[in-house]
């Protein structure tokens, strides 16, 4: 059907950035599959967000399983963790959408830009997944604590990234869905920009006065 939404895989779904997303995402009617390292823990955190949201669709699988399942796989882990996790995805992703919202940050500096080898975490999955996967960089900047109470008002933008304009289209959606607003920011490239901020917007919280500081794109909008 052409208005069937795709089912979402959510790998790094039982914390709280991803149990975030997958909670919104449900909420809004996307089919979602939590993925994790275990297929026990993912299964147990899909019954239980399941449980909290009527009607919804969330089921829990290992995470490469996860991804082979689902039309759109949303990767939010740590970066120790990207290139594992890149790994057991790589599969189950190819020919399709893989958001990436990875931030380098490299603890305990974690409020000092430290961009990786590879000009960005966003540039190292799509070298590493390779042309049969369209990797889109988004939401480095929104606070998981924030994404986890339905009633926040998230006052931060959505920088989008990558190769593909229609990719870019589908994640422009998933955030307007998730209560965000998304901006087209770009070719993968410009994703160190937005991975950068997040060093950025920690340095604001700890020594600016300020509370899930965030940007917004400000200008007037052209008809």
């Known amino acids: 059907m052409a208005d069937r939404k795709p089912t979402i895989a959510v790998i790094g779904g039982t914390g709280a950035l991803g149990s975030g997303f997958a909670q919104r995402w449900a909420r809004a009617g996307y089919p979602v599959v939590i993925g994790s390292r275990s297929a026990e823990s993912a299964a147990a955190k899909a019954s239980d967000m399941a449980a909290g949201?009527?009607?919804?669709?969330?089921?829990?699988?290992?995470?490469?399983?996860?991804?082979?399942?689902?039309?759109?796989?949303?990767?939010?882990?740590?970066?120790?963790?990207?290139?594992?996790?890149?790994?057991?995805?790589?599969?189950?992703?190819?020919?399709?959408?893989?958001?990436?919202?990875?931030?380098?940050l490299v603890p305990p500096k974690v409020a000092r830009v430290q961009l990786p080898a590879g000009g960005s975490a966003a540039k190292e999955a799509q070298a590493f997944l390779g042309d049969g996967v369209q990797v889109v960089s988004a939401f480095q900047n929104v606070a998981a604590d924030l994404l986890q109470d339905e009633a926040s008002r998230i006052d931060c933008d959505v920088l989008v990234c990558g190769n593909k304009r229609e990719a870019r289209d589908a994640v422009v959606k998933l955030a307007e869905a998730a209560g965000l607003k998304a901006w087209h920011a770009g070719p993968i490239d410009n994703s160190a920009a937005a991975e950068a901020l997040t060093s950025v917007l920690i340095f604001i919280n700890r020594n600016g006065g300020v509370d899930h500081a965030g940007i917004r794109i400000t200008g007037e909008q052209k008809t």
Not at 66 to 82: E, G, K, Q, R, S
């Open 53 to 104: 949201i009527k009607g919804s669709k969330i089921t829990g699988l290992e995470n490469g399983a996860a991804a082979a399942a689902a039309d759109i796989v949303v990767l939010t882990v740590p970066y120790a963790n990207h290139e594992p996790m890149l790994r057991a995805v790589r599969d189950g992703a190819q020919g399709k959408i893989l958001v990436d919202a990875t931030v380098p």
